[in-house]
């Protein structure tokens, strides 16, 4: 939600991170996190849910916390926890994808089943 109700802010901060369009990135970054944990949530193909989360967590991770590029130890440690955590909900996204994917309509939980099948 904070990519709506403090927009400005994070686009200052997408941009001074290099973001392209950061304009127009942080609202669309924002609505597909939020469209996305909400069809996991609800199950409404929760599988094309997660992999819109891996889509938004991967690129964060990458673009906003490249701890790389730091030369302070302290903002390093600090970008390098931000981006392992994304990594690391990314990872739980894919795994929520193979879940929905290899389970269809099986589950019994979903409002619309899976888009995908493996």
């Not at 392209?20 to 944990?37: Q, T």
């Not at 989360?53 to 970008?79: C, I, Q, Y």
Request: cysteine-free; hydrophobic content about 55%; glycine content about 12%.
């Amino acid at each position: 939600m904070g990519h709506f109700s403090q927009r400005e802010m994070m686009t200052g901060y997408a941009a001074s991170k290099g973001v392209p369009a950061a304009g127009l990135m942080v609202p669309f970054s924002g609505a597909v996190s939020i469209l996305g944990g909400l069809m996991v949530a609800v199950g409404v193909w929760p599988d094309l849910g997660a992999l819109l989360l891996v889509a938004f967590l991967v690129p964060t991770a990458v673009l906003m916390h490249g701890f790389w590029r730091e030369t302070d130890p302290a903002s390093k440690a600090n970008e390098q926890t931000q981006f392992l955590k994304d990594l690391s909900l990314a990872g739980a996204a894919l795994a929520l994808f193979a879940f929905f994917a290899s389970a269809g309509d099986e589950l019994g939980l979903l409002v619309l089943g899976p888009v995908f099948t493996l």
